[in-house]
């Protein structure tokens, strides 16, 4: 049997998700996140293969001072071959060719010792509430207003010091994807306080100053409707986001290792994200 390594390509998304479906043990397609992640990152997502069949995947954004890796996964058919630790090895290499000084990522129990042998530490956990009781709703404020795109770079300015990163072609792929979406909170002055992108699935991006910038956000996303029960993915360094999702229905659903592999200097104010984008690129 040969293996095989190479980019993945918008091509390869049906294939993607005949990995991650049984790897991930989903129902859904990830295509439509897939061919996101791709515009952020063309060239930082790898595909294996065993005799030109597709078995695993995993990639990585690079944000600059670090990156963020997700959706790893090999087929359960193609597991305990080393194919993971191949990817993995393969991924950390080509960001240490990109002077890439640090890795992030969310792990699972069964991920974390594969992460751990490649030189990853604990750093916190990555905590999933989901709503599961909406009889609450936080109060709309006038403090809060729908995003406009000439908001984008102003609001990439506000959250690169909390993010660790500037990201702004993450929020104008959000954006784009989902204008009515967005929301935007200004302090007293019009400066900008937070903000909240509602995915269709999830809350997030999403960051403030302080929780009642949170809050005020949460109630303009909250007014929405989603496909399914919505889900925040947030750190256990910010104290205030359990606290104020489970006000509003939201439950604790799991949580995952954050571990960081590189320069241990700490990226941003994560005490200020109430919501990642994804797994995937953080």
Request: charged fraction near 20%; aromatic fraction near 10%.
């Amino acid at each position: 049997m040969q293996t095989i390594f190479r980019t993945l390509t918008s091509d390869d998304l049906d294939a993607a998700d005949a990995i991650l479906i049984p790897a991930y043990g989903i129902a859904r397609s990830r295509k439509r996140e897939l061919r996101r992640y791709l515009g952020l990152q063309p060239v930082g997502w790898l595909l294996a293969a065993i005799d030109g069949q597709p078995v695993g995947l995993v990639g990585a954004t690079d944000y600059g001072p670090f990156a963020y890796i997700g959706l790893m996964a090999v087929h359960p058919a193609a597991q305990r071959r080393g194919i993971g630790m191949a990817l993995m090895q393969q991924l950390l290499a080509w960001l240490d060719e990109r002077g890439c000084p640090a890795a992030l990522l969310d792990a699972s129990d069964s991920g974390a010792p594969l992460y751990e042998k490649l030189g990853f530490v604990d750093q916190e956990k990555a905590l999933v509430f989901r709503q599961d009781d909406c009889a609450l709703r936080p109060r709309p404020s006038d403090r809060v207003a729908p995003m406009q795109a000439t908001d984008l770079a102003a609001l990439a300015d506000f959250d690169a010091p909390i993010f660790g990163a500037r990201r702004q072609a993450v929020f104008d792929a959000y954006f784009a994807d989902h204008p009515d979406r967005a929301f935007v909170a200004r302090d007293e002055a019009g400066q900008i306080s937070g903000y909240l992108f509602a995915q269709p699935q999830a809350l997030g991006p999403w960051a403030a100053h302080e929780p009642a910038d949170a809050e005020v956000l949460l109630a303009a996303a909250l007014a929405l409707q989603f496909e399914d029960a919505p889900r925040v993915i947030f750190p256990s360094s910010n104290v205030h986001a359990g606290g104020l999702l489970m006000r509003y229905g939201f439950s604790p659903q799991r949580s995952l290792g954050h571990m960081r592999r590189g320069d241990d200097g700490a990226p941003g104010r994560r005490a200020m994200l109430y919501g990642q984008a994804s797994f995937a690129i953080g």
